[in-house]
Nanobody, 125 residues
Framework: VQLQASGGGLVQAGGSLTLVCVAS????????VGWFRRAPGKEREFVSA????????YVADSVQGRFIISRDNAKNGVTLQMNSLKPEDTAIYYC???????????????????WGQGTLVTVSS
């Protein structure tokens, strides 16, 4: 399975960006797709995830109400719509695929088996 993340860029605070994660290869192995981010000098953190089977979504408290994750069947992938962006959202964003979805660890990056290369989001104040 290969994951390709794109859509990052430079945006002013309050603006919006849409990230796209496209899956290829043995995508039948994927049961969930998550977005994680790593800000400069910080640990990687969970942003959002979607269960591939029932489209149920999960969002971190820090982005609740601003970020929306959805499945894009046409692209065989997932989009992350990011609204009302803040400077603290600046980070490299990674998409990841999980072979075994679990309600207990969908927010844990160690549960994910496949990773994309990351796309940089910079929010200026």
């Amino acid at each position: 399975v290969q994951l390709q993340a794109s859509g990052g860029g430079l945006v002013q605070a309050g603006g919006s960006l849409t990230l796209v994660c496209v899956a290829s290869g043995r995508t039948a192995n994927i049961y969930a797709v998550g977005w994680f981010r790593r800000a400069p000098g910080k640990e990687r953190e969970f942003v959002s995830a979607i269960n591939w089977n029932n489209d149920r979504t999960y969002v971190a408290d820090s982005v609740q109400g601003r970020f929306i994750i959805s499945r894009d069947n046409a692209k065989n992938g997932v989009t992350l719509q990011m609204n009302s962006l803040k400077p603290e959202d600046t980070a490299i964003y990674y998409c990841a695929g999980d072979r075994i979805f679990s309600y207990r660890d969908y927010y844990d990056s160690r549960a994910y088996d496949y990773w994309g290369q990351g796309t940089l989001v910079t929010v200026s104040s």
